[in-house]
Nanobody, 112 residues
């Protein structure tokens, strides 16, 4: 059974940075593409970024140039989302995703 556990969220001022982590288990981590999504209060969940098994990355236009997705395929089996130059509109619950599996989410709040 796939399990995804996010961490690293918090409260930060606009312009600040955070790094989110997603620890994965129950899957062949190194061969799969993983994704980050986010959902702001009252809005639909939206895709943020993806990283393939070869390290190819893709980003939503809204975060391109500010967010960086990366992965550790060794013992940690973890995918990261480094978020710089945060804006109040980045406030949301951030979720890690693989296929139909989702983590519980981690709250990111950016104050103006």
């Amino acid at each position: 059974q796939v399990q995804l556990v996010e961490s690293g969220g918090g409260l930060v001022q606009a312009g600040g940075s955070l790094r989110l982590s997603c620890a994965a288990s129950g899957m062949r981590f190194s061969i799969n593409t993983l994704h980050w999504y986010r959902q702001a209060l009252g809005k639909q969940r939206e895709w943020v970024a993806s990283i393939s098994n070869s390290g190819t990355t893709n980003y939503a236009d809204s975060v391109k140039g500010r967010f960086t997705i990366s992965r550790d395929d060794n013992a940690k089996n973890t995918v990261y989302l480094r978020m710089n130059s945060l804006k109040p509109e980045d406030t949301a619950v951030y979720y890690c995703n693989f296929a139909t599996a989702w983590g519980q989410g981690t709250q990111v709040t950016v104050s103006s």
